[in-house]
């Protein structure tokens, strides 16, 4: 969880968490729209989880917090825990409250606190903050490992502020930016092609988007996770979907700019 939690920080000043009784799921919206899904299964993270939500019909809480202010106190899981315990509390105003019980040479064991504020978020303002709509891809295939690309985007977002991301149904899949004096593009090939509906083989289906948001999603590469697909919705959206096992699910969607 810490490095999801880092990833996100690095991305926004402010998301939404939300509680069920089988997953947490935090929330990143720019703009109004939905920009990062994450779902971690609570019972992978947890050994024990209690969870009562505002009533039997429903079940949730949600949550709105700084997410850098959660992710210092989680940093402190880098020296060696024996326990840790996150609570929401009510110290004058809400918090997550982070309990982390560090081993010590003497037979007292070492407690470390830390309280995040948070704003619990009312019913009526649950509507926005639901699980976003996927449409229906033009295409759907499986990236190159994401280290790879990050090397080649690192150097690319220092000639255009676009990337434009393409593939085609014989699993070709290309990075590529304009500048005055030259295109610059990047392709693999032979990846797994999950959908297409793409009609002739010399057709591409592509969209250009903010080169510096790509960058960002691959800080996910820290979970090493076990596949990353690439959606595209030809000249208007990028999904991007990746799973570690099936206990985390993260959907990064990138909208399309104009050239």
Same mark, same amino acid.
């Given at each position: 969880?810490?490095?999801?939690?880092? $990833?996100?920080?690095?991305?926004?000043?402010?998301?939404?968490?939300?509680?069920?009784?089988?997953?947490?799921?935090?929330?990143?919206?720019?703009?109004?729209?939905?920009? $990062?899904?994450?779902?971690? =299964?609570?019972?992978?993270?947890?050994? *024990?989880?209690?969870?009562?939500?505002?009533?039997? *019909? /429903?079940? *949730?809480?949600?949550?709105?917090? &700084?997410?850098?202010?959660?992710?210092? =106190?989680?940093?402190?899981?880098?020296?060696?825990?024996? =326990? $840790?315990?996150?609570?929401?509390?009510?110290?004058?105003? !809400?918090?997550?409250?982070?309990?982390?019980?560090?081993?010590?040479?003497?037979?007292?064991?070492?407690?470390?606190?830390? &309280?995040? !504020?948070?704003?619990?978020? !009312?019913?009526?303002?649950?509507?926005?903050? /639901?699980? !976003?709509?996927?449409?229906?891809?033009?295409?759907?295939?499986?990236?190159?490992?994401?280290?790879?690309?990050?090397?080649?985007?690192?150097?690319?977002?220092?000639?255009?502020?676009?990337?434009?991301?393409?593939?085609?149904?014989?699993?070709?899949?290309?990075?590529?930016?304009?500048?005055?004096?030259?295109?610059?593009?990047?392709?693999?090939?032979?990846?797994?092609?999950?959908?297409?509906?793409? /009609? =002739?083989?010399?057709?591409?289906?592509?969209?250009?988007?903010?080169?510096?948001?790509?960058?960002?999603?691959?800080?996910?590469?820290?979970?090493?996770?076990?596949?990353?697909?690439?959606?595209?919705?030809?000249?208007?959206?990028?999904?991007?979907?990746?799973?570690?096992?099936?206990?985390?699910?993260? /959907?990064?969607?990138?909208?399309?700019?104009?050239?």
């Amino acid at each position: 969880m810490q490095h999801i939690v880092n $990833v996100i920080a690095r991305i926004t000043k402010q998301c939404t968490l939300r509680l069920t009784l089988d997953e947490l799921c935090f929330s990143v919206t720019d703009d109004r729209a939905s920009m $990062v899904w994450a779902e971690l =299964s609570q019972t992978h993270f947890f050994t *024990e989880y209690i969870m009562n939500g505002v009533s039997e *019909e /429903q079940n *949730e809480i949600y949550l709105e917090f &700084d997410p850098t202010l959660l992710a210092r =106190s989680l940093g402190s899981l880098r020296m060696t825990a024996k =326990s $840790v315990k996150i609570k929401l509390t009510n110290k004058r105003q !809400p918090c997550l409250t982070i309990e982390i019980e560090l081993p010590s040479l003497s037979m007292e064991s070492r407690q470390c606190l830390h &309280d995040v !504020p948070v704003r619990v978020i !009312p019913r009526r303002e649950w509507p926005e903050h /639901q699980a !976003p709509n996927i449409p229906e891809f033009h295409i759907s295939v499986d990236m190159p490992q994401l280290k790879h690309v990050k090397h080649i985007v690192e150097r690319m977002k220092n000639m255009s502020p676009q990337l434009t991301l393409s593939a085609d149904k014989t699993g070709v899949f290309v990075l590529k930016i304009d500048t005055d004096s030259a295109t610059v593009s990047t392709h693999f090939q032979k990846l797994q092609v999950w959908s297409c509906t793409q /009609q =002739s083989q010399e057709d591409k289906i592509s969209a250009t988007i903010d080169i510096k948001k790509f960058f960002m999603f691959l800080a996910w590469d820290i979970t090493h996770p076990d596949g990353v697909k690439c959606n595209i919705l030809q000249d208007k959206m990028v999904n991007l979907f990746l799973h570690v096992a099936d206990y985390v699910k993260i /959907q990064y969607f990138l909208p399309s700019v104009s050239i």
